[in-house]
């Protein structure tokens, strides 16, 4: 199934931005977006815009269960609740994140803010692309085992209970 994927929340005019969201509530699909990566960008896109990036999104309206949002690593505690209450899904890149150097995402606050929680590998323009390797599979023996799993991977390990066939709808 396609989603509409315009880009970066960063780049991103209002009106291309709405009109990405009507067309995959047109076509019944989902929308995903990149969005708060690293602080360069969370800064740049506040200076310009007044606004945080999640709080921008929630202002066009264009935020809910059928939405996605890539990296989401510097969030304040109002964008954390926004997504909480609007359902949006934020796919963690553990590999990406750390390959880039974006930073650490705060897995842990926004599980118990109530946050629903992806993995993902950030496509092709990164290191991995190996969802066994982003999930913290290390062998056959865990395969055997696919409702426990570890999301994080070196310095970034925290405990998540995260159902992986559940998230796949990401």
Avoid at 37 to 53: A, D
Avoid at 85 to 96: Q, R
Avoid at 127 to 148: L, N
Wanted: hydrophobic share 40%; net charge negative.
């Amino acid at each position: 199934r396609v989603w509409c994927g315009p880009g970066n929340a960063m780049y991103l005019s209002d009106g291309l931005f709405a009109a990405a969201s009507d067309l995959a509530r047109e076509c019944e699909v989902g929308l995903h977006t990149h969005c708060s990566e690293n602080l360069h960008e969370v800064s740049v896109f506040t200076s310009e815009r007044s606004i945080e990036p999640v709080t921008w999104l929630a202002n066009l309206n264009v935020l809910g269960p059928e939405v996605s949002l890539a990296h989401c690593v510097h969030l304040s505690d109002d964008e954390v609740a926004v997504l909480a209450d609007t359902g949006v899904h934020v796919v963690h890149n553990p590999i990406s994140n750390s390959y880039l150097g974006s930073g650490t995402m705060p897995l842990r606050r926004y599980l118990d803010a109530g946050v629903h929680i992806a993995a993902g590998t950030d496509g092709s323009a990164v290191y991995a692309e190996d969802m066994f390797e982003v999930t913290g599979f290390r062998g056959k023996e865990e395969i055997s085992r696919p409702y426990e799993f570890e999301i994080e991977l070196t310095s970034l390990r925290q405990d998540a209970e995260l159902d992986p066939l559940l998230e796949s709808k990401v």
